[in-house]
Antibody, heavy 120, light 110 residues
Framework: EVQLVESGGGLVKPGGSLRLSCAAS????????MNWVRQAPGKGLEWVSS????????YYADSVKGRFTISRDNAKNSLYLQMNSLRAEDTAVYYC?????????????WGQGTLVTVSS | SYVLTQPPSVSVAPGKTARITCGGN??????VHWYQQKPGQAPVLVIY???DRPSGIPERFSGSNSGNTATLTISRVEAGDEADYYC?????????????FGTGTKVTVL
């Protein structure tokens, strides 16, 4: 059974940092691209970042570029999102999601999400 | 940047058909995927590549895509279909390619 479990969320002050993790199981992690999607309270889905299976290709939304860094460790079946210079508008539930590749591919499995709150 | 526009809400009686549109410039040239999200839950893929259904998704869910509009159709609507629905595409047209989600549509079953 495919499982994606996010962790690392919490309350952080504006300007602070946080590192999210996504532990994957039930599939060959190194064969799939991985993605982060967030959802602010009461709002819609917003794509954040994507990374290819071998980390050769990485993409970011303009809203986070230069502040967030996506990475993965295929040996540990884990996906990460390092978030720096956090702002109030980064407050959201952050989901990790799997895709067969980047580009035209869809997100077929999602984690349950981890809540990040940026507030003083 | 590429924009996908959905109606904020759609209301439908049980047993009837709900149609949710997703508008975007020449969206017919892109692959569109649809997700269902119920309150407090993660999104679930219901349609991929415009009209394909993942295993476990009822045949009542179907999709189409042409011109400037993609459509998710839910036939014989049931109370359990009440949820938010989002379309998604990959936008490679700009200097910063990436995924784009639609604005989302809340489906209410009357």
């Amino acid at each position: 059974e495919v499982q994606l479990v996010e962790s690392g969320g919490g309350l952080v002050k504006p300007g602070g940092s946080l590192r999210l993790s996504c532990a994957a199981s039930g599939f060959t992690f190194s064969s799939y691209s991985m993605n982060w999607v967030r959802q602010a309270p009461g709002k819609g889905l917003e794509w954040v970042s994507s990374i290819s299976s071998s980390s050769s290709y990485i993409y970011y939304a303009d809203s986070v570029k230069g502040r967030f860094t996506i990475s993965r460790d295929n040996a540990k079946n884990s996906l990460y999102l390092q978030m720096n210079s956090l702002r109030a508008e980064d407050t959201a539930v952050y989901y990790c999601a799997r895709s067969k590749g980047l580009g035209k591919y869809y997100f077929d499995y999602w984690g349950q999400g981890t809540l990040v709150t940026v507030s003083s | 940047s590429y924009v996908l526009t959905q109606p904020p809400s759609v209301s439908v009686a049980p047993g009837k058909t709900a149609r949710i549109t997703c508008g975007g410039n020449n969206i017919g040239s892109k692959s569109v995927h649809w997700y269902q999200q119920k309150p407090g839950q993660a999104p679930v893929l219901v349609i991929y590549y415009d009209s394909d259904r993942p295993s476990g998704i009822p045949e009542r869910f179907s999709g189409s895509n042409s011109g400037n509009t993609a459509t998710l159709t839910i036939s014989r609507v049931e109370a359990g279909d009440e949820a938010d629905y989002y379309c998604q595409v990959w936008d490679s047209s700009s200097d910063h390619p990436g995924y784009v989600f639609g604005t989302g549509t809340k489906v209410t079953v009357l």
